[in-house]
């Protein structure tokens, strides 16, 4: 399969810079460009990349726009300005959780496990922050995370994930999403990324951990088995908008970024706590049976060793004048026979 080469395209913070220097709005770009606000937002993001026609236009106004900028501004001008790493978090999260919450509804078509898997994810990445922030791109580390923990297959066991989930209410995306979730769950990511994200094969392969070959395979597999289901929405030219407009269709909500750092950082130390608990308890018991245990060994008696320090048993006493009388008695009468079963009516 042989890919013609692509425009090459400024790093997505660079595009979005670009674009604030000529004063224009995400509406404004997706204007001009003739595309949806949550296209120029997924650019800008570093989430999909244009392809084809739309990627010739945006490439070369961004040029425009670089040139222009480059006769009017010094080097030094441009030079980024350092932040914190809680901004660089939160701008982070600001700009790619929108996206990550529709990708993750897909992938499960729950709306409530879409937000976790995005909040899980961040929390993450808060907790590996250096690693992340030195990561060649961010929102993929951020995005395989979601989608790792939105696939995880422990959900089941989960009570609330037993009841189902209430459909869309349009009835051409509620048929799409039930066809997407017949797929398999390597299927639905890998189609979800290459032709609902715009990933290409590599990355995608890369991003799921497969093979080129077996990444393609996947693909076509996927495509044939919701062409079966919904031939009118599953060619590839169709399929990326459809799955754009089914997620853009729910109210997906997600916390603010403080609150997910702060909950990240609350459960660490929890599990730190619970971690140091019973550290404390195996310690404790480990303790109490080196205490409680034989510390020598005593050997077995062997057969036929003549046992010493035995009390002896005691002799039965003499017997009252009483007992002796009734044993006279007892001794006197019948060994068998109802007399002595039997006692006398007085």
Known sequence: MKQSPSVPLPHPKECRRLRRTQSLTQAQMAANLHVSIET?????????????????????????????????????????????????????????????????????????LARESVERAFQQAWQRWPEVAMDRYPPGWVRAA???WALSPWHRFRPRHRRAEEPPSDPANRELLQAFLTLPSVQRRTLLL?????????????????????????????RTSLAALVPDQASPDVLGRRLTELATAERLRAARPPAVRSGGERRVRRWSAAAVVLTAAFTGSTALTMQMAADHYERP????TAIEDIPA????????????????VLKAQADQGPERLIPEAR
């Open 40 to 112: 120029v937002r997924d650019w800008e993001t570093g989430l999909t990349s244009p392809r084809g026609r739309k990627r010739k236009a945006y490439a070369r106004l961004l040029a425009e726009w670089a040139v222009q900028e480059g006769a009017q501004e010094s080097p030094d001008e441009r030079l980024p300005i350092p932040l914190t790493p809680h901004q660089a978090f939160d701008e982070l999260y600001r700009f790619c959780t929108p996206a990550l919450v529709r990708q993750a509804y897909l992938l499960t078509g729950r709306r409530g």
């Open 146 to 148: 979601s989608h790792d």
């Open 194 to 222: 290459h032709d609902g994200v715009g990933l290409g094969l590599p990355e995608t392969a890369a991003e799921t951990q497969a093979s080129t070959p077996a990444t393609a395979a996947r693909l076509l597999r996927a």
């Open 301 to 304: 008696v062997p057969r036929g």
């Open 313 to 328: 048993l005691a002799a039965q006493g003499p017997l009252s004048a009483r007992q002796q009388a009734l044993w006279y």
